[in-house]
């Protein structure tokens, strides 16, 4: 599985609860196609430079998944399919250190802490490394 990032943009004339059930819609295609949620980003509104679609202002939403990449085809065939969405962009995002993806929510681990080493030790570790 590949980690994409999906952002796109949403006509501003809809409600909120239509932006909702677009939101859990995508979800479900991602579902559907064998992804795995990884992160979703609350919609924000934005004014765009110049109009898509005679749209000046429209709401940017974005989100991250895990994808087989044969998959990928399909889940662009239902993105454009969508009347909402105004444009779309799929991008493939590197994966830092291997994590396997999880259901919902990342499960994030915590900072191991050291312990601290006496002066003594140190000093002892010396003697024996230098043969003293």
Same mark, same amino acid.
């Given at each position: 599985?590949?980690?994409? &990032? /999906?952002?796109?943009?949403?006509?501003?004339?809809?409600?909120?609860? +239509?932006?909702?059930?677009?939101? +859990?819609?995508?979800?479900?295609?991602?579902?559907? +196609?064998?992804? *795995? =949620?990884?992160?979703?980003?609350?919609?924000?509104?934005?004014? =765009?430079?110049? #109009?898509?679609?005679?749209?000046? &202002?429209?709401?940017?939403?974005? /989100?991250?998944?895990? /994808?087989?990449?044969?998959? /990928?085809?399909?889940?662009?065939?239902?993105?454009?399919?969508?009347?909402?969405?105004?444009?779309?962009?799929?991008?493939?995002?590197?994966?830092?250190?291997?994590?396997? %993806?999880?259901?919902?929510? %990342?499960?994030?681990?915590? #900072?191991?802490?050291?312990?601290? *080493? &006496?002066?003594?030790?140190?000093?002892?570790? =010396?003697? +024996?490394?230098?043969?003293?």
């Amino acid at each position: 599985m590949k980690l994409y &990032e /999906l952002t796109y943009l949403i006509t501003q004339k809809i409600s909120e609860e +239509e932006l909702k059930t677009l939101g +859990e819609k995508i979800t479900a295609l991602l579902q559907k +196609e064998g992804g *795995v =949620l990884n992160e979703i980003n609350s919609p924000i509104k934005k004014s =765009l430079f110049f #109009p898509i679609k005679k749209e000046k &202002e429209v709401i940017l939403a974005d /989100l991250t998944f895990y /994808l087989e990449p044969e998959r /990928l085809a399909n889940l662009e065939k239902e993105l454009k399919s969508e009347k909402k969405i105004l444009r779309y962009l799929i991008l493939t995002k590197k994966i830092t250190k291997k994590v396997k %993806p999880t259901k919902g929510r %990342p499960v994030i681990s915590k #900072p191991k802490i050291k312990e601290k *080493v &006496e002066l003594k030790d140190i000093e002892k570790k =010396l003697e +024996e490394i230098l043969g003293e």
